[in-house]
């Protein structure tokens, strides 16, 4: 009971977890860059070469001299003479001279001579005699235009992808594109997690009357692995303090992070914090957070690793998942600071709080012409609901938060939802 005297917001706690972390790197491991969405870089990506490390054209057309179609028009084109095709996948067997021009498609090299491509739409051909043919180029172009320079994406010896970066699609094509088929990256997070409660069960089993199904271990779950984590499950543990410690002592040396959901409240029979003190120091770093839901959430450091407490209730667990298992994760797999999905919305209705706590409520996204009020933009409608309710969170588009300086939201105001 006593340490829920003084509560930490949720910002100074996560960075007092921080803080008691060792500051030693996680393990890399080498992958197929094809296989690595969703991974964290462990190395820096220096450019081997220039991209493109040719002069190519980004339109079908005619390749020329720039100066041989100053002043064309409609009514006053210019005319080159046609000396062959650019090939694709190779390059070019000639040189352009002055007045002439070659046929050349999207992504085909530029020949010696030339320096940019009029778009075909705005050329037409005249055939002479058999031996001469005639372009009529209707459109000047300007030294460069729908040309790519050698390196004009990156240069050699660039840094292109700094350790920390999360790969996505983009740095997948990028990596490719410098002919870097495999990569180091961080070892994914292994996180133990386990439930605890006499009245908890397997969700496959039907509840007696005072049962519930387990559904933290497995929406945790699926947090962990979307954020770059690989979970396993403990399984679900009845308030008996060996049985606890013991189970957590096992995921502690087998995982890189513990959580634990129920057990973290003031209840006589939640002894979640005990078991952490007794798994190593410093131990308990923060029993109680001002937030709403997850106030009784517990954040400790046991020999270098991290253990959390949640509380039972799915929705609070699931929340309290989102505002420091993730960024734990982040944090781990020295990933660089990222900006959240956030979303700019109107709220809808008039929302109280309480000053001194921060809260989070579930809210849907309704388009504004759907919503209860007038003009553009989007409106956060809240998901009114207890924190055991875990279709109240399932039906959210994100998580509105109220300052804990604020004493509500009144219908209006534009608000920052942090999408999930």
């Not at 002055?98 to 085909?108: N, V």
């Not at 006499?198 to 387990?214: A, M, T, W």
């Not at 990933?335 to 849907?364: C, H, T, Y």
Request: hydrophobic share 45%.
């Amino acid at each position: 009971m006593p340490e829920f005297l003084t509560l930490l917001p949720p910002d100074a706690a996560r960075d007092l977890l921080f803080s008691h972390l060792p500051k030693t790197t996680i393990e890399s491991e080498s992958i197929d860059v094809s296989t690595s969405l969703g991974r964290v870089l462990a190395e820096d990506i220096i450019a081997p070469h220039p991209l493109p490390d040719f002069k190519r054209t980004t339109v079908d057309g005619y390749v020329v001299r720039a100066g041989d179609t100053f002043g064309a028009s409609d009514s006053l084109p210019a005319y080159l003479t046609l000396i062959g095709e650019v090939p694709m996948g190779d390059s070019p067997a000639f040189k352009l001279a002055e007045g002439q021009c070659a046929l050349i498609h999207t992504g085909g090299m530029l020949p010696t001579g030339a320096d940019a491509v009029v778009m075909l739409e705005y050329t037409q051909q005249i055939v002479g005699s058999p031996a001469r043919s005639e372009i009529e180029i209707f459109r000047a172009v300007a030294d460069g235009e729908n040309v790519i320079h050698v390196g004009e994406d990156v240069t050699q010896g660039q840094l292109v992808q700094p350790k920390g970066t999360l790969i996505r699609p983009a740095e997948i094509g990028g990596l490719l594109a410098l002919g870097i088929t495999s990569v180091l990256v961080a070892r994914k997070i292994q996180v133990g997690l386990i439930s605890t409660g006499d009245e908890v069960i397997d969700p496959s089993q039907l509840p007696r009357p005072g049962q519930v199904r387990d559904i933290n271990s497995y929406t945790l779950a699926a947090l962990v692995e979307k954020s770059g984590g690989v979970a396993k499950r403990y399984g679900i543990f009845s308030d008996q303090f060996e049985a606890l410690k013991d189970a957590a002592a096992q995921a502690l040396s087998e995982s890189d992070v513990v959580v634990i959901t129920a057990g973290s409240s003031a209840s006589t029979r939640d002894m979640t914090a005990d078991v952490i003190r007794s798994l190593g120091a410093p131990g308990v770093l923060v029993h109680g957070i001002n937030t709403r839901p997850g106030k009784p959430t517990i954040l400790g450091v046991c020999d270098g690793k991290s253990l959390i407490g949640l509380p039972g209730n799915p929705v609070s667990a699931l929340v309290n998942g989102y505002l420091f298992v993730v960024p734990l994760i982040e944090n781990l797999l020295g990933a660089l600071p990222k900006p959240k999905a956030i979303m700019l919305a109107r709220l809808n209705v008039n929302l109280p709080s309480q000053a001194g706590r921060e809260d989070w409520w579930p809210v849907k996204l309704i388009p504004s012409t759907y919503g209860r009020g007038q003009g553009e933009g989007v409106y956060a409608e809240p998901i009114f609901g207890k924190s055991n309710l875990i279709f109240t969170l399932a039906a959210a588009d994100g998580l509105l938060k109220i300052h804990a300086d604020a004493t509500g939201l009144s219908a209006g105001e534009i608000v920052e939802v942090m999408l999930i």
